[in-house]
Structures are given as C-alpha cells and as structure tokens.
C-alpha cells in the first residue's frame, strides 16, 4: 500500500525540527516532504556575525538533503492550499507549477520582515532577515568605508562613516554591537579615513533589548555605550530620503546606511489561508492543530500556539519556540497515526543569549544573569548546540577571528549603480547621484 503523505511547508525552525523529528519517529508509517524555496536551513541567530564577517555564510547554511535522512525535499514556494481536496500548490524555482497531495499538512512557513508606514523606508533601507541581505550589508559597509577614505570632503565622509540601525532587540542591538567593532577595524586598515566611524541605534521603547530581563538591557546597553555607539530610545525615523533619515525627535542625520531591524511579521502566506488569525497568525491549539481541520497543523512564527504558562496569552515569535514546537508537531503527527500519544505544548523559557561582538555578552540562563566572558561562554555554547549542523566550521571561524586579523574585501554582490542608492531629485548631494 502506498503510504500517507505528509506535507510540511517551510524549513525554518520549526519545519525543519518538525521533518527531523517525523523521519526519526513515524519514516516507516508516513512519506515526508518538507517543500521550501532553498535548499537549506538557515541559522538565522549568528546573521549579524556574517555582516560583520565574523562567519563565512556558508556556516549558516544547513543543506536539506543529507541531513534529513528519509526526508523528500522539494525547492518551491507554495502559493496556495486547497483545504478541502487537500493539495499544497507551488512554483518551482524557475517558475513552473507544481503540486503535492497531503494526508497531513505542517504549516511551517514563519515570518518576514515587518514594515511600518514611513516615508522612504520601502526604498533606501536595508533590511536584515536572510543571507542574502546580510551578505549585501557586508559588502555596503565594506565598500562605505573605502569610498569614505577616498573623498575629501568632510560631508561626504561623514555620511558614508554613519551608520543607522532602527530597532533595538536581539538583531539591532547585535547588527549595531558587533557593526562598530567592524567598522573600527575596517577604519584602522584605512589612514586616511580622518573620522571615526559612528553607529546609532534607535528604537521607540525606553531600553534596549525591551523584550528581555532588565539586567540584560543594561548589560548591552554598557556595552554600547564604551563602544561608542550613539543609542536613542523614545526615537525612530520619520522619513527615510537618498542622502539620510530624518528622525522623529526632528534631527536630520546624513547617512548612506539605513538597517531595518523593526521586527518581523507572519508571512502573508497565512492571510491568504482563509482561517482564523490572530495578529496574522494562524489560530491552533494547545496540541497545534488548526480548528475544522484535524489533518492540518501550524507551528512557529506562522502559529498563535496558547502559551499555557501564560494562559490568555500566545507563544512569542522566537528561535526557542519554533524549534520546540517543530519537534512536538512531529510527535502530534506520528500520534495521529497510531505511534504514541498526542501532547499540549508547554514551554518554560530556560533563559536568552545575546551576542554583543568581542568579548562581550548577555545571558541569563535558567534566569542567572551573565555578562563578559561567561555569558559569551554561554551564548557561544548554546548556538553551537542549537545549530543542526556545521558546529565544527563555525567554532573554527570563532577561533580564526579571535586570532587573526578579519578579511575585509567586498565580495562582489553589490552592482556598481546600486550604491550610492539611485535618486532622481536634484537636492541629492553629488557623491549620492
């Protein structure tokens, strides 16, 4: 007899823990397909270290096949379910159509970047959410500082030595940490830069790191602070233009360097669903299945999953979540089918880990505070086990870049007409045509 299908769409956190976990529990009684547009996963916590090139890229990359053992990867982008008949529809990479039948569908797809509607953004930020934009940062900030070194006009340098980054949590506040160490480093290789490279960080809440324990936002916020890096709370952009940003406090800030790290925001995917959202997450239960369809789960930033630690309350859109709840989804699964017993989700958070660049950390596992080389202990050991694969790579890039002078070259990603950014007004500065 040919076997149920399951289909799980996305490989994100929880898809990809949700296939992991299927193919160990339930190979023998169910087909897996994990459909994704690439071919691998990404360990999207150490971006801000590929920006500040700290990590090869390719570290992050965690290849679908060969690491899913029983697993079917199909490269697509799903565009639509049928609910009713049952089929996932999608569009392979080079744009043709394709189709999968499910038994059981695991809706994994996550989130995306969330944008807010201020002037300019949509066109002259960068946004940080996948490797390709931390590869285009990398490339921006290597190449601002080489063209800063090269003019002599004061103006000019300063703008392309500023350097702005919108939202202060775990991303920002990382992107802006380990972003100065880089861009001093970059500087001590250039002498004729004649300033010193600036960072800001601004976010609209009264701290940095608003979303964690207090002691951790003042542990980065320290951090910051020697650093140098000019940190505005109660303050964002409110119009973003070709040569800078204007600030909601009125200040205007020449810069060529927008970084939007606002937050993210469920994939449209879920909206076009047709099911009950919650802040554009599908609604499911405590056992993360979708109401009126039994066969149908959702897991991770594309679920409003009941926090039953907090009741009333839904899961918080973390790495720590997603990747649990992909692994009880699995179980769920294999209980539909006979192997085991289902279970609610129910998770106590043991804690967050925040890399600051350097030396530097915050941590607070199982609620103990750390800052320095302990909690970089920490956070650097809880990535390494988090990570489903190139553990041994990238431990050997920490311990290349405590070592050796960090590589600062562009790697070709950016078009020569793409920065400075393209604007047809006449006011724009020269060096900004």
């Known amino acids: 007899m040919t076997k149920p299908r399951v289909v799980i769409v996305g490989a994100g956190f929880a898809g990809y823990h949700a296939a992991k976990t299927l193919a160990r529990v339930a190979r023998d009684r169910a087909e897996i397909v994990l459909l994704n547009p690439t071919d691998y996963f990404l360990y999207l916590p150490l971006l801000p270290e590929v920006a500040a090139g700290v990590l090869e890229p390719s570290r992050l990359s965690v290849p679908l096949t060969g690491t899913l053992d029983g697993v079917r990867v199909v490269i697509g982008e799903a565009d639509r379910v049928d609910l009713h008949n049952r089929w996932v529809h999608y569009t392979q990479p080079e744009g043709d159509p394709g189709q999968l039948a499910y038994d059981r569908l695991v809706l994994a797809v996550g989130s995306v970047n969330k944008l807010l509607p201020i002037p300019g953004v949509t066109e002259y930020a960068h946004g940080f959410r996948g490797l390709p934009e931390a590869l285009y940062l990398h490339d921006h900030i290597v190449r601002q500082i080489e063209l800063a070194q090269l003019t002599r006009d004061p103006a000019e340098q300063s703008a392309r030595s500023t350097f702005v980054v919108v939202g202060a949590g775990y991303t920002g506040t990382e992107v802006a940490a380990h972003g100065q160490l880089f861009t001093d480093a970059l500087a001590a290789q250039h002498p004729h830069l004649d300033i010193r490279p600036r960072w800001m960080l601004l976010d609209v ?229």
């Open 205 to 433: 809440a009264p701290r940095v790191l608003p979303e964690l324990d207090q002691r951790m936002s003042r542990t980065a916020q320290r951090v910051l602070d020697r650093r140098g890096v000019d940190v505005r709370m109660g303050t964002s952009v409110a119009e973003a233009t070709p040569d800078g940003v204007r600030l909601t406090d009125g200040e205007y800030v020449p810069t060529c360097t927008l970084v939007w790290c606002v937050g993210v925001r469920p994939d449209p995917f879920v909206a076009e669903l047709g099911l009950r959202t919650e802040k554009g997450r599908l609604v499911v239960d405590e056992y993360l299945n979708v109401p009126g369809f039994p066969e149908v789960y959702a897991c991770g930033d594309a679920a409003a999953v009941p926090d039953l630690t907090r009741p009333g309350q839904v899961c918080t859109m973390t790495a720590q979540h997603a990747q649990r709840q992909g692994r009880l989804v699995a179980h769920n699964v294999a209980a539909s089918y006979g192997q085991g017993r289902r279970r609610p989700y129910r998770h106590h958070d043991l804690g967050f880990v925040v890399d600051l660049g350097g030396r530097d950390a915050a941590a607070n596992p199982l609620k103990v505070s750390l800052s320095g080389l302990p909690a970089k202990a920490v956070t650097r050991g809880y990535h390494l086990l988090a990570m489903p694969g190139n553990r041994a790579r990238v431990g050997a890039d920490w311990m290349l870049d405590a070592t050796l002078p960090r590589p600062a070259v562009q790697l070709g990603l950016i078009p020569a007409n793409a920065v400075p950014l393209e604007s047809t007004s006449p006011e724009v500065p020269a060096y900004r045509r």
